[in-house]
Every structure is written in structure tokens, then in C-alpha cells.
């Protein structure tokens, strides 16, 4: 009886392998045990094997290409001569008790009957198996393809995560929120200041596992009850916001609710005035000067080589980007962002949610959510 060849789960945390060599082609002629293929993950290599001899049909894969487990790689049968049923125009949904044989060379996974009712195709049957997943889980209502069982697989699997090492309450201790290029400045940032023990990075969109300057994602949000269990309290919020400020905010009120507390962070060559005040969350780039009296609200960004001069107030969460020049008494909104080189002339107020464009001259108030645009002059 022909047997369809299925890819193997080499490595439960990687559902891919590469064909790093295949050693057969369609219409060879294989005996039991023949290699067929070597596979390879980033952990594991592995020889996929004939289970019995016979023909090489319908073989659907290449060498150097990367298959997903339960995949089909190709059929196996005594006749050279034979069409695999999805060329025959044969219906390939399994009828209620019907078995396969074996689809690979692992024995410990264990064969489940295909309840009442279900219709599964042989390659999304053979996936479900080989996967140890209970097949009266899987719709009823549709035939159930291999593509069904992976988006089924993807949607209920738990997201890999490393787990920071337990070393008890440390006040010390410091996560970075964020892996991108703001992240990154904040790496250095920290680390020049010598006075926090850097964790991790946790970002909700880049692999488990992956180094930022060196310092290892720990996994994304769902992440953050775990390492403050585990005594690590402080973070900073690496997630910039440009362009859409609601991200950068649901950030902060995601550590907020985690129980994480957002210091104020200033680079060594920053200068700030004594009589300065600044808020939670507040960071201060190289190069940057905060004059006397000044009020920085929470969250705010005084980037590299800034300047925001004496008794300006800056509302919540308000961005001033690399060499933007703010004169005296300026008062700055919620939310606005000031773009680079932007100078702001004596005692104007910018209204919340405004973008400053880079370059820009304001002379004059600016409102609510209104846009100057890049090396204008305000008023126009």
C-alpha cells in the first residue's frame, strides 16, 4: 500500500526544518531504510527514512528549502506507476474510524481515531497526529486542510519565552521595554550610568531569544508578571512613538499595571539645572541641557543635544526630538512632538497633540493638534 513521507517535529519550539541534503528523486527506487533526506533546525539534525521500498511519487520539495513539520514531503509506493489520490481527483477526507499508516519514523506519538463527523484531508490528519494534538478540538463544520490544523496549532500555542535568572529583589535590577533603535539608545544610556543591572528586553514582536546589544528578549508583555515575581521592579519605556503617541502610552500603562515603576533616566553628559523638576519616566539624551526651573511632566523624551530652557513646561508624554531649541518659558502640551532642529521662540505655547515639523519657527502659539510643517515659519 503507498504511505505518504511526512516531515518529522525535530525540535517542539521549531515547527520548520531545512532539506540540508536530498539524496533522492521523483521515480527512484528506494529500499526500507534508505535515507531520504537530512534534516536540520537551529538545535537538531536528523535522516528522514524509507519505511519500506518502493518509488519515489509525487516528491514535492527540493533541497536547501525550508518544510514545516507534518508537511508532505513525498509518497512511497510498489508501483512506479501510481498517482497519489489528489491526482487521481479522489476525495481525500478520511471517513469516520479510518486509519493511515504510519507517516514517520517516531513512535511515541501516540494515533487518535478521527471522530464522528470530522472530514480531514490525509496530509492535515497525518499534521494533527504527528503534532500530539486531539483531533474532537478541530472544526466540523469545514474540511479541515493542513492549512486549517497550522493556523489552529499557531492560534493555541503558549509563546515561547526565557525566564530572567532568579536572583531575589534587586533594586538595581532594570527591564528595557522596547528592542528597536530607541531601545538600543537606552542600552547605552543605561549602562553609561553604571547604576542598574540590565535584565532584559521585552518587545511584543521580535523572537524569544534574540540579543539587543547584547541583552537577550525575554518575551513580550505576558512576560512581565513572571520577572516581577522575581524581584526585578524598574523598567523604561523603549517604545518612542512617533507617529502614533497611543502605543507609547499603552506601554507605560502596561508596566503600570505589572507593578513596574518608570525612573527618570539622564545620560552623564546631559546637563541639568538643581532646580529643574522632572517626572517618573522622563528621559534625557547626551548633550541635552534642562535650565532652572523647569517642569518636565511624565514620560517625556529630551533627546540628544535638546535644549529646553529655563521655566518651560513640558506636559505629559511630550517628545522633543535631537537639536530642538526651546527659549524660555515655553509651555508644551500633552503628547506634542517637537521636530528636530525646530527652534521655539520665547514664551510660546504649543497645544497638546501638536507636531512641530523638523526644522520648523514658531513665533507664535500654536494649537491643539494643529501640524507646523517641516521649515515653516508660524505663523505662515
Known amino acids: 500500500m503507498p504511505i505518504a513521507v511526512t516531515i518529522p517535529l525535530l525540535n517542539p519550539n521549531e515547527p520548520e526544518a531545512m532539506i540540508a541534503a536530498l539524496q533522492v528523486k521523483e521515480g527512484k527506487k528506494v529500499t526500507k531504510g534508505d535515507v531520504l533526506c537530512t534534516l536540520e533546525t537551529t538545535k537538531s539534525a536528523a535522516d528522514l527514512e524509507a519505511e519500506q521500498d518502493g518509488y519515489i511519487i509525487d516528491l514535492r520539495f527540493s533541497q536547501g528549502q525550508t518544510v514545516a513539520a507534518g508537511g508532505l514531503l513525498c509518497y512511497l509506493s510498489e508501483d512506479p506507476d501510481w498517482a497519489p489520490p489528489d491526482k487521481q ?56 486542510t493542513e492549512s486549517v490544523v497550522r493556523s489552529f496549532l499557531v492560534e493555541n500555542a503558549e509563546k515561547p519565552r526565557v525566564v530572567a535568572p532568579d536572583a531575589g529583589f534587586d533594586s538595581t535590577a532594570i527591564l528595557v521595554y522596547g528592542g528597536g533603535g530607541h531601545g538600543k539608545s537606552l542600552i547605552d544610556l543605561l549602562r553609561s550610568l553604571g547604576s542598574y543591572r540590565l535584565v532584559g528586553v521585552i518587545d511584543d514582536g521580535i523572537p524569544v531569544g534574540r540579543a539587543i546589544l547584547g541583552l537577550q528578549v525575554l518575551g513580550g508583555s505576558e512576560a512581565l508578571p513572571d520577572l516581577y515575581a522575581q524581584g526585578v521592579r524598574l523598567a523604561v519605556n523603549a517604545v518612542g512613538g512617533i ?17 513596574f515603576a518608570c525612573p527618570a533616566v539622564i545620560h552623564p553628559t546631559a546637563f541639568v539645572e538643581a532646580s529643574a523638576a522632572l517626572s517618573p519616566g522622563v528621559q534625557v539624551f547626551p548633550h541635552a541641557y534642562v535650565g ?19 521655566d518651560c513646561v513640558l506636559a505629559d508624554y511630550a517628545n522633543i526630538s535631537p537639536g530642538a531649541m526651546l527659549a524660555g518659558e515655553v509651555q508644551v502640551g500633552a503628547g506634542v512632538l517637537v521636530g528636530m532642529g525646530a527652534t521655539l521662540n520665547l514664551r510660546v505655547k504649543i497645544g497638546a497633540g501638536a507636531r512641530i515639523g523638523n526644522g520648523a519657527t514658531v513665533k507664535q502659539d500654536v494649537p491643539e493638534k494643529a501640524l507646523v510643517r517641516a521649515g515653516a515659519i508660524w505663523p505662515e
Not at 481525500?92 to 486509519?99: I, K, N
Not at 507617529?243 to 507593578?259: I, S
Not at 532652572?292 to 529655563?310: D, L, P
Open 243 to 259: 507617529g502614533n503617541l497611543t502605543v507609547r502610552v499603552e506601554v507605560f500603562q502596561k508596566l503600570a499595571q505589572a507593578g
Open 292 to 310: 532652572s526651573e523647569a517642569h518636565i511632566g511624565y514620560g517625556c523624551i529630551i533627546n540628544t543635544g535638546a535644549i529646553v530652557s529655563h
Open 89 to 144: 481527483g479522489v476525495d481525500l477526507s478520511v471517513p469516520s474510524g479510518a486509519e493511515l499508516p504510519s507517516q514517520q519514523n517516531h513512535k511515541s506519538i501516540p494515533t487518535n481515531a478521527v471522530p464522528e463527523g470530522l472530514r480531514i484531508t490525509q496530509p492535515a490528519l497525518a499534521l494533527a497526529r504527528q503534532m500530539g494534538l486531539a483531533l474532537d478540538r478541530l472544526p466540523h463544520d469545514r474540511l479541515v
